[in-house]
């Protein structure tokens, strides 16, 4: 059984930085990637970042790229992902997931409906 648990989030002032981490355990049938999502009330969810699960490849919302760094760490079965310059429109419930399609491809999906494993969110605040 797989099973995904977020931790990290909190408060942090506009400018400030935050390192979400997730832990993974189980094995799935079929892994790709992981990836962060991020849910602001009355929005869709979204993309933040991607790594693959076998190589480097990294993918990033474009808001992100240059402050938000994924990485993951198969000794710890951690995937990370690194926050800087925060700002108030960062705000969310962010989530931490895997995507267990059967195939995989060389992009990253950003489609939240190809990711099968999810963890419970944890809550980013950026006061301004």
């Known amino acids: 059984q797989v099973q995904l648990v977020e931790s990290g989030g909190g408060l942090v002032q506009s400018g400030g930085s935050l390192k979400l981490s997730c832990a993974h355990s189980g094995r799935p049938f079929s892994a790709c990637a992981m990836a962060w999502f991020r849910q602001a009330p009355g929005k869709e969810r979204e993309f933040v970042a991607g790594?693959?699960?076998?190589?480097?490849?990294?993918d990033y919302l474009d808001a992100g790229k240059g402050r938000f760094t994924i990485s993951r760490d198969n000794a710890k079965n951690t995937v990370d992902l690194q926050m800087n310059s925060l700002k108030p429109e960062d705000m969310a419930v962010y989530y931490c997931?895997?995507?267990?399609?059967?195939?995989?491809?060389?992009?990253?999906?950003?489609?939240?409906?190809?990711?099968?494993?999810w963890g419970q969110g944890t809550q980013v605040t950026v006061s301004s």
């Open positions: 790594i693959s699960w076998t190589d480097d490849n990294t």
């Open positions: 997931a895997l995507d267990n399609s059967a195939y995989c491809t060389s992009y990253l999906r950003r489609s939240p409906v190809r990711y099968g494993y």
